[in-house]
């Protein structure tokens, strides 16, 4: 799903959330309640420096970044300088998110392989 934060900047969150009312034909525009990176070798600088840069500055007030690898989840709050890390899950580690949902979750089980 495109996120179209100007006519010059569109990016492809792995996961978005946002208003109903503000997906169009071409994706969502403007800014998500809630963008997610799942990192991976080739877009770990992408997921962990350009999006959040450009997502911040559009006014995203929730992202989250999940490595599956270890596994963790990282999730960052909109502030006035940018974004501030409020929770860190690795593992089976449950933890609950107050923003922009109420969630328990484990790292874990974003990344869990379904059974068969």
Known sequence: ??????????????????????????????????????????SRLMDTRLKPARLAEAGCPNYWVIDSNLPELRCF??????????????GEQVVEIADPYSVRLSAESLVAPYPE
């Open 77 to 90: 709050l909109l502030g006035a300088d940018g974004y501030v890390e409020t929770v860190v899950a690795t």
């Open 1 to 42: 799903m495109d996120v179209i934060l100007a006519d010059d900047t569109v990016l492809i969150p792995d996961v978005v959330i946002g208003r109903r009312d503000a997906f169009g034909e071409r994706g969502l525009e403007g800014p998500p309640t809630l963008a997610i990176g799942v990192i991976s070798r080739s």
